[in-house]
């Protein structure tokens, strides 16, 4: 079953990036702790679901014992939802997702094991094209700057610091999901029930601590009712969640780099509703990144 969740989890979390960016704002400072607090608040709001609804017995010492992922993904999230403010969803989305890549060479360092050829070709595959699809999307955007001229507009401008903002999100990511492998596959640190609730009972807390430095602190006006896209982006984000757990706790290695495919359903989405073209090497980087999902789940029935 770890490659439908895997698929899930790739179909959420391609939707939830159109609605990040739409939800960034270049001209809000706090935009991506607006995201933030919206993302804890409806991870919250699931995780209180899921416990009664399944008779889960929390132990708040999980939270504590599960920090150091968590620490790693809010990070790596809220890095991201800065960086949207100044660069390109076409263009962030596939450099954050190169972690796939690197998490899959960190948990195979630390945890060597045989792959078949079918698993280290679909891993291939996929890495390569979002790969691709990075180093694509930055010459085409590039080139597009110098084009039309409007450097000038911070939302739009390539810049060292804008990149780097993907870029710290791929590295903090890859160290999330890496120890992720670690507490759920290889190790069994934790149970996959465990493991969800204090993910999402941590962004809880800082959505509450956020929203408590927005209003009181910063004296920001901010009604989390009045925020359908963010909300939106947070519903996504919560269901990519849900069975990214499962997805990792079942086969770590081959899953990340799956999932980090995510990006080519933002790349595809921000097309559509962002009124932007696909070239023919999108499509090209696109289909290489599908026939290595196909790889994988036919592998999953070898």
Do not use: C
């Not at 399944?54 to 999980?62: K, R, S, T, Y």
């Amino acid at each position: 079953m770890w490659f439908l969740f895997a698929l899930l989890t790739t179909l959420s979390w391609g939707a939830a990036d159109l609605f990040y960016k739409k939800g960034s704002d270049s001209n809000d400072k706090y935009s991506h702790i607006k995201i933030g607090i919206m993302v804890g608040i409806v991870m919250g709001i699931h995780g209180i679901l899921y416990m009664i609804t399944n008779g889960i017995a929390f132990v708040p010492l999980d939270i504590v014992k599960y920090l150091p992922v968590s620490f790693f993904y809010i990070l790596s999230m809220l890095i991201g939802y800065l960086g949207l403010r100044y660069i390109e969803l076409s263009i962030s989305s596939p450099v954050q997702n190169s972690s796939g890549a690197i998490t899959a060479i960190a948990l195979l360092i630390l945890f060597p094991e045989q792959l078949r050829v079918i698993d280290i070709t679909g891993i291939l595959l996929i890495t390569g094209g979002v790969v691709g699809l990075a180093i694509l999307e930055k010459k085409l955007q590039d080139e597009a700057l110098k084009a039309e001229n409007v450097a000038v507009d911070p939302k739009y401008q390539i810049s060292f610091l804008a990149i780097t903002f993907p870029i710290l999100y791929a590295v903090l990511d890859a160290a999330g999901t890496a120890a992720d492998g670690i507490y759920l596959d290889k190790l069994s640190l934790i149970s996959e029930d465990a493991a969800l609730l204090a993910y999402e009972f941590t962004w809880l807390i800082y959505a509450i601590i956020s929203w408590i430095f927005l209003s009181v602190i910063k004296k920001q006006k901010f009604n989390v009712l009045k925020e359908p896209v963010r909300l939106s982006a947070a519903v996504f984000e919560t269901i990519g969640q849900f069975f990214y757990v499962f997805a990792i706790s079942n086969n770590a290695v081959v899953s990340a780099p799956m999932i980090a495919s995510y990006s080519i359903v933002s790349v595809i989405l921000s097309r559509i509703f962002l009124k932007e073209k696909l070239s023919k090497q999108h499509y090209i980087l696109i289909v290489i990144v599908m026939i290595g999902i196909i790889v994988l789940g036919v592998a999953e029935e070898l």
